[in-house]
């Protein structure tokens, strides 16, 4: 083969997992925003949030294992979900 049809073969790939790599991202940037909202929500039952705070935890990892983001950037958003959620059920406690 030569190296112009690889090339363009890589492009072609490279290009395809960034669409990817974005769509994933921004799925969960919507999925925390979704939780932080919901953290405000009144209406909402704790074990939903619950629920909620271990599917979003879930893709997180799932996404550091695919190397979307650093492990410690994973850790971070994480524990910040966990410190928010800690808050709103001391809150609730009061």
């Known amino acids: 083969m030569k190296k112009k049809y690889l090339k363009?073969?890589?492009?072609?790939?490279?290009?395809k997992k960034q669409i990817i790599n974005k769509s994933l991202k921004n799925e969960l940037k919507t999925l925390t925003k979704k939780f932080f909202k919901n953290l405000s929500n009144v209406n909402i039952v704790e074990t939903d949030l619950i629920k909620e705070k271990n599917y979003l935890t879930k893709k997180i990892d799932k996404a550091v294992s695919k190397n979307l983001f650093h492990k410690n950037k994973g850790s971070n958003i994480k524990s910040k979900i966990d410190l928010a959620l800690n808050k709103y059920k001391n809150k609730d406690n009061k």
């Open 8 to 15: 363009k073969k890589h492009l072609i790939k490279s290009r």
